[in-house]
């Protein structure tokens, strides 16, 4: 086998028995991790989750069974060696409180032994990957930032030695939602650069979705109920347990999984500028098959939807006319904020624009639906049940 | 002679004894630290053992001090050596119980994350738990100063030196009309100098602390 397709690390029949207790926590957990994937271990509290993770750096010991990491057996042999191998992010970070950033994310590399200018350097570039600034936060001490400043020293911390695999337990479960948002994307965007092989817990089926390349949903003992890819979780639950635990709304779910960019946008909306003359655009409009027009500016960023009624009012500025054009997703948009914006919207439709705010496309409705069934299954066939609208029936 | 004119007479005296007393609290606090802190290592690693070791280490605070001093000198004598070992037992519970509560008000998530990154248990110890543990473990340290340089003045009765001496004479000369001075003189070198320890420690302690759990 050459090194590309061994699996990164390998867990054969993992059992681990506290003492005084007769059910093991961890129940014979064999699973295959491949190099450079995010695998989400997610379940209800007490399935043995964290347990799992635990084992796979020693912080717990194994009662038997092996954990192999890139071809070794590391089951025995110095714990140490092994953790500073491994980069390990908690929920409460654990950064240390009496040493500076800079201190705290060069720990595993001082215990490796790197020299000074070396660790400096590394610290640096690890601040700049976390997107923050070494000169401001290099000499500041954990108390001294936001929960998700923290956060991410704790990643960039984990980081350090370039470690090949990472454990991270709830890593973001302690921050509030929006900054959860943002760091869950910012380590994606990280993840597709260093390609880690990373193992990931969480309570949270939603972030599983979001994280996870594979998921395993795990139940009492660690016992792995369904360990296979988000959207072959949500489309095919293997049992009960796992549907439960998806809970209602799979399908929502779902539209997480695709973004905006992977399904296909409409294009033929009538557009007009702000500038052109009114009679222009009241042209273009009835020759479409259209309701309503988006009107752009200069820069073609949607401003206003304005339907043939709004067309005929004659002497109002084009600016004010019609209802404004605010719900718009960029490419990278999941369908899930698609939708969002498009029930907000004024138009019944998501506007799409790209990064600097030029109109692209819509989305509406009915290419959302049409994008979730076929992730359900291939190609099904399906009726899209629709009242005719009156312009419809009169062609 | 008034107090003011003792003071005057006396001051390099005073001063003598002033140091020979802080030499006997200082060398009973070193004692006391380098076994207390151990003790209260061994007491927060081990719920078996905490409990007798904050046991024996109050009941040293319940014996009378002269007591507990004259113990010593079968041992070790008349002079400094039984008093410094009766001020160092006096010394040690503040020290033991307040190591045992700073390593046990440790975060168990920055224990955790220490042990996940490799370090082993003595560096964890020396670089983690007792930096984090050290603002209450100074703590302890002042509080038993305190406490030793008032129990200090005891030393005399067992030969031992410092400001007990002055105070002493002066009991010993009632009702010479000197007696009192006497009696006040030491006394309030003994006020001065816990005023200064404790103003050492404040330093001490800000000097000590990282400012990031300061």
């Known amino acids: 086998m050459t090194t590309s397709e061994r699996p990164m690390i390998e867990l054969v029949e993992l059992t681990k028995t506290f003492p005084g207790q007769r059910k093991p926590a961890v129940d014979k957990l064999s699973m295959s991790i491949e190099r450079g994937e995010i695998v989400v271990f997610v379940g209800p509290s007490g399935c043995g989750k964290t347990t799992s993770m635990e084992l796979i750096n020693r912080l717990i010991e194994p009662s038997s069974g092996h954990i192999i990491i890139d071809g070794e057996d590391v089951t025995n042999g110095d714990p140490d060696e092994l953790r500073r191998r491994i980069g390990y992010v908690i929920q409460e970070t654990g950064l240390l409180p009496h040493r500076t950033i800079a201190q705290n994310i060069g720990t595993v590399p001082k215990l490796l032994g790197w020299d000074k200018a070396r660790i400096s350097a590394r610290v640096d570039e690890l601040l700049g990957m976390v997107g923050m600034d070494p000169q401001v936060y290099r000499d500041r001490y954990p108390k001294e930032l936001s929960g998700g400043q923290r956060q991410r020293v704790g990643v960039a911390r984990a980081m350090a030695a370039d470690p090949p695999v990472m454990l991270m337990d709830e890593p973001f479960g302690a921050i509030d939602p929006i900054t959860r948002d943002r760091l869950q994307n910012e380590f994606l965007r990280l993840q597709a650069e260093i390609q880690k092989t990373i193992i990931f817990v969480t309570h949270d089926i939603d972030e599983a979705i979001k994280m996870g390349d594979r998921i395993a949903v795990l139940r009492e003992q660690s016992h792995i109920a369904q360990f296979d890819t988000p959207e072959k979780i949500l489309s095919e639950p293997a049992d009960d347990y796992v549907a439960d635990f998806i809970g209602a709304g799979a399908s929502l779910k779902r539209l997480n999984l695709s973004r905006i960019r992977d399904v296909e946008m409409t ?129 | 002679m008034t107090f003011l004119e003792y003071l005057e007479r006396n001051w390099e005296n005073l001063i003598e004894l002033s140091i020979e007393h802080a030499q006997l609290v200082v060398i009973s606090m070193l004692i006391a630290v380098a076994i207390g802190i151990p003790l209260g290592v061994l007491g927060h690693r081990s719920g078996l053992l905490r409990a007798p070791i904050l046991s024996v280490t109050s009941f040293f605070l319940t014996l009378p001090s002269l007591a507990l001093f004259a113990l010593f000198i079968p041992i070790f004598g008349l002079g400094a050596p039984p008093a410094i070992a009766g001020l160092t037992l006096y010394a040690l519970l503040p020290v033991v119980s307040n190591t045992i509560a700073g390593l046990g008000s440790v975060s168990p998530a920055v224990v955790k994350s220490s042990r996940g990154m490799g370090m082993g248990p003595a560096r964890r110890l020396l670089q983690v738990e007792l930096p984090l543990a050290w603002p209450v473990i100074i703590t302890g340290i002042r509080v038993s100063t305190q406490v030793i340089v008032g129990i200090a003045a005891i030393a005399v009765f067992v030969g031992g030196p410092g400001l007990g001496n002055e105070i002493f004479r002066g009991l010993r000369s009632v009702p010479n009309a000197n007696a009192p001075n006497l009696i006040y003189g030491g006394t309030l070198a003994i006020i001065v100098l816990a005023l200064l320890f404790d103003a050492v420690f404040v330093l001490i302690r800000r000097l000590t602390t990282s400012r990031g759990i300061r």
Not at chain 1, 322 to 329: E, F
């Open chain 1, 267 to 395: 294009t033929d909306t009538p557009t007009g500028l702000l500038s052109e003359e009114t009679a222009a655009l009241r042209q273009r409009l009835l020759e479409s098959d259209w309701t309503a027009m988006l009107l752009l500016d200069e820069q073609r960023r949607p401003r206003r939807w304005v339907t043939i009624g709004d067309l005929r009012r004659e002497g109002r500025s084009l600016d004010t006319v019609g209802l404004p054009a605010h719900a718009v997703v960029e490419g990278h948009s999941t369908l899930a904020d698609a939708l969002n914006e498009l029930i907000e919207s004024n138009g019944g439709v998501a506007v799409v624009v790209d990064a600097k705010g030029a109109y692209q496309g819509i989305v509406d409705l009915e290419t959302i639906m049409v994008a979730v069934r076929a992730m359900r299954e291939e190609h099904s066939a399906f009726y899209l049940a629709q009242k005719q609208q009156p312009e419809d029936a009169a062609r």
